[in-house]
């Protein structure tokens, strides 16, 4: 098992609430009064939901999916305030791609799945194929036939865990609708600061993939969001299936020990489950540990970031190959400002490889083109400070104004340092590093740089493995990579691509790695999204080619990201094939 972060020099307050200056006004903390109010509702109403007609269920899904249409301009242009981006530019893209893109798909493909249990009683699934190590593997992406031409190749398969037999994948599926005499769950959300999308996609997993009524807390650096929530929400606020609360670390505080919440959910820190679960942090939480007796006694999922590495295979990489390559990896570094659970954070490189220096040197140019982010998320300059102070080997690009941080990078790490921050803490900042492992040669390097994930950097909620196409034709090199992809321990695997691709998808599960344990938690416990609502999921692995052309659209170089996406978001309500042209068009300008 990974080293657990336990003696961390950035020990967060669980529940911290912080106050980011924000050109938004945010919503008051929630009262005592109105918080027991609102629970007090959603606990009489979670059996009526649990029991709800799938008919029902279709036309509150529809209704939910409207609203966040209607709200979706209001709540990007008041995103781009919060973070410094200047709306109508190329960068707002993230905004619609991290706010309303994955919540407006899940929706659809929830209400696709609800049909087909309604019809056939099972959810749609994709080929069912085996893994080189004997499990299964279910294609979950492409859904149709626009994923297929608005993303050529990709392809998305969950590989299960290896009980799992095809019968019991027919069986399990979809399980809570195969049951009877539900008892109604009020679930606890906690949701994240960072992107919009990841408190409204986990409130929608639990509601329709687990019948569970559910409790949003808004976290307080993007609260602004939450009115937004409630008017697109508001046929389920009504029916007291859904309700949002505001507030810092004493709301939190109240509410996960609360005795009408039946579970809880996070995204955050490791650091805040384990106070939530554990108690505070020192002696009471270790022997509380010791003795296995949590302060929480309900059951808690969670997603909780990552040390995220990027696996360069060597390989004959052109420069046009290197350079698209090296662009997706600053893209997967510079978005939000890097302040991304899955953004690229450890370039894993091969000793030895002439490509080692090349591609760094590429990434580094292009984050030369991409300015400086405000470093909007609270802490972000204490951690900078601590994760560069006193080292020799950094890089800093592009001149920040009053409140950004350069892009950092940090090379030259000792794979055997057992006390090296940066494998151990998630850079949630400006910061890329580079780490060296293995040889040249492609076989010894895979095995080597697996070794060096798995055992080294804490987290397992994604990994990135770049590898030429060309490679993988020699069959024990391929070999050799499918193995990779198996003995990972990551919940999802993204091959030549950003692992948030998956993420926005939907149907694909996102997750950590379910090997954790409540006293070693890494990146959490559980899966979100899923709309295939699978059981016994191992991870996701995501691959796409090479190279794609027109480039996509959360490049930093797309000249029109910002209205390709939104197009894309207009199209993904109803899978219109009206929309397509339009996304083409933009793409094809960017």
Excluded at 538 to 548: D, G, M, Q, S, W
Aim: overall charge neutral; glycine content about 8%.
């Amino acid at each position: 098992m990974k080293n657990h972060n336990k003696n961390s020099n950035e020990m967060l307050r669980a529940f911290s609430s912080y106050s980011a200056q924000h050109l938004v006004t945010s919503p008051e903390p929630t009262s005592q009064s109105d918080i027991s109010t609102k629970v007090a509702q959603l606990k009489q109403a979670s059996k009526a939901f649990a029991e709800m007609p799938i008919g029902q269920r279709i036309s509150l899904a529809e209704s939910m999916q409207h609203g966040l249409m209607e709200v979706a301009e209001r709540s990007i242009q008041a995103g781009c305030k919060a973070k410094g981006i200047e709306i109508g530019s190329p960068a707002e893209a993230e905004e619609w791609a991290t706010g309303p893109w994955g919540s407006v798909r899940q929706l659809r493909l929830i209400i696709e799945s609800l049909k087909s249990i309604q019809k056939k009683g099972n959810t749609p699934i994709g080929k069912v194929t085996k893994t080189v190590a004997g499990n299964l593997a279910v294609n979950v992406f492409p859904n149709n036939a626009i994923d297929g031409m608005l993303f050529k190749e990709v392809t998305v398969d969950v590989y299960m865990q290896p009980l799992v037999t095809e019968k019991s994948l027919e069986i399990d599926r979809a399980s809570f609708y195969k049951k009877s005499n539900h008892q109604g769950q009020v679930a606890l959300v906690l949701g994240a600061g960072n992107i919009g999308a990841i408190g409204v996609m986990d409130v929608l997993t639990k509601m329709f993939n687990e019948g569970k009524v559910c409790l949003l807390k808004m976290n307080p650096v993007n609260a602004y969001l939450g009115p937004f929530l409630e008017e697109a929400f508001k046929d389920a606020i009504k029916q007291h299936y859904f309700a949002v609360v505001y507030g810092g670390a004493e709301v939190g505080r109240h509410l996960v020990y609360h005795p009408d919440i039946n579970e809880v959910h996070l995204t955050g820190s490791n650091k805040t489950h384990d106070q939530i679960v554990w108690g505070s942090s020192g002696p009471e939480q270790l022997e509380r540990m010791q003795r296995n007796e949590p302060l929480l006694k309900k059951a808690i999922t969670s997603e909780l970031g990552n040390v995220s590495p990027v696996i360069v295979v060597p390989g004959p990489y052109t420069e046009k190959e290197m350079a698209f390559q090296a662009e997706a990896v600053a893209a997967a570094f510079t978005m939000n400002a890097s302040f991304f659970c899955n953004a690229a954070k450890m370039m894993v490189m091969p000793k030895g490889w002439a490509g080692s220096e090349k591609f760094i040197q590429s990434i580094q140019k292009v984050c030369a083109s991409v300015e400086p982010r405000q470093a909007y998320y609270p802490g972000a300059q204490d951690r900078w400070q601590a994760l560069t102070q006193g080292r020799s080997n950094i890089t800093q690009i592009g001149t920040p104004q009053s409140g950004a941080l350069p892009w950092t990078f940090i090379s030259g790490l000792d794979s055997e340092d057992e006390n090296e921050i940066l494998f151990r803490e998630e850079a949630f900042c400006s910061v890329l590093s580079e780490v060296q492992a293995g040889t040249q040669n492609p076989i010894e390097f895979l095995e080597k740089a697996v070794e060096f994930c798995n055992n080294k950097l804490w987290g397992t909620l994604n990994a990135t493995i770049i590898v030429h196409p060309k490679s993988l034709k020699d069959p024990a090199i391929k070999a050799a990579f499918e193995q990779a992809i198996c003995k990972l321990k990551y919940g999802t695997v993204a091959i030549n691509t950003f692992p948030g691709l998956s993420f926005v998808h939907a149907s694909p599960p996102w997750g950590s790695y379910p090997d954790s344990t409540l006293d070693d938690i890494q990146s959490g416990k559980g899966f979100v999204h899923n709309t295939a609502m699978l059981e016994g999921i191992e991870k996701a692995v995501i691959r796409a080619p090479l190279t794609v052309f027109p480039k996509p659209g959360w490049f930093p170089s797309h000249k029109t990201a910002q209205i390709t996406t939104r197009r894309i978001v207009e199209m993904e309500e109803h899978a219109s094939w009206g929309k397509v042209p339009g996304i083409v068009w933009a793409a094809m300008q960017g």
